[in-house]
């Protein structure tokens, strides 16, 4: 019989609530992270690696500041997002705030504090801004979610406005039994993947536990390795499984890993649409456990950095953003265990294979 490596902690509920709760954007908190008064209001993240290693910073002075000549409804996707076209030529992609369960337009820019604290650089240049409605609303006619958009008062929308990439995104190559990158202990034994749909996920490892019970054996995830299609990808893969898990972000795999992708054809894995993390409720949830549970290959640096992370400093920027605080006290301590289970995670596979976990 093969032997299957099962998740207690997963189960359906557990995914469904942390994935489909309609909540607000967080509230300031005085609990923890306080604001010290002699921080500015607008602090900008370090320029120090910016995206894919390269400066950014004119990318978001203009992005926060220039002015929105046209604006164009976004295309495909649950939530209304709008494709803008600023005074400079500059272009960039607006989520704003609305009450859908899995946008949060704030996630989407504490992402990108996280990704580049932790110097990884793949979170494209993101800022949150505050743009009129009737900027908006005119491209937006007749589309049936205008009414969840929160207006405020003085006609304007909040949210984050994604840097528009020059180049095409493309679904990254995971072949099947691509997750044996990741791995050290043979992947063959698991008989299902944790990364796909939530759904697909819960319903095949109810399968596999009723194949137990009744005394037969999963069929055997892939036997052959593929080989990757640059020979970056696999710790780029580990990174954002990491990351992922970090952000809290539910909506990267499933639906033909249209969220994995890549600048270009053969480019660098990018991390794009995070507006599903940071949702309130528990700080750990099971599918994201489960997913992070047959990682055992890591990236030295980015574990290095994960262990440097000057949670407190990021909880400043976090707290001073010009649209801030994105993050409440709940949140960040929810992030502080992620963190921490991540490193317990790191430390029992260094225990069990030693520094071959540092393969990248």
Known sequence: ???????????????????????????ASSVAFSEPQSVPKEISPPDVHGFLGQPEQLILDSLRSRAVLHARKGTGGRTLAFKLELADGTRG??????????????????????????????????????????????????????????????????????????????????????????????????????YQASTSYVAALAHAHEQIAHGQAGDAYYDDVPTPAQPELPAELSDMIVFDFLTLNFDRWGGQNTNVLTLGAGGPLVFLDNGDGFSVGPARRGLLDARLAPLQRFRKRTIEALKALDLNALGQRLAHDPQGPLLDAHMLEGLQARRRAVLEHVAEQEQRFGDAIYAF
């Open 1 to 27: 019989m093969i032997s299957l490596e099962i998740h207690p902690v997963l189960d359906s509920h557990a995914i469904l609530l942390g994935n489909r709760l309609a909540l607000p954007t967080p509230k």
């Open 93 to 194: 992609y607006f989520k704003p705030e609305q009450q859908v369960s899995s946008a949060h337009w704030y996630a989407e820019v504490a992402a990108y504090y996280l990704d580049r604290a932790l110097g990884l650089g793949r979170v494209p240049p993101v800022v949150s801004r505050r743009v009129r409605w009737d900027k908006l609303s005119a491209a937006a006619d007749g589309d049936r979610r205008i009414d969840e958009v929160s207006v405020a008062p003085d006609g304007s929308v909040r949210g984050a406005l994604v840097y528009w990439l020059p180049k095409p995104l493309l679904p990254a190559s995971t072949p099947p039994g691509w997750e044996s990158w990741v791995r050290i202990k043979p992947f063959a034994r698991w008989a299902i993947s944790p």
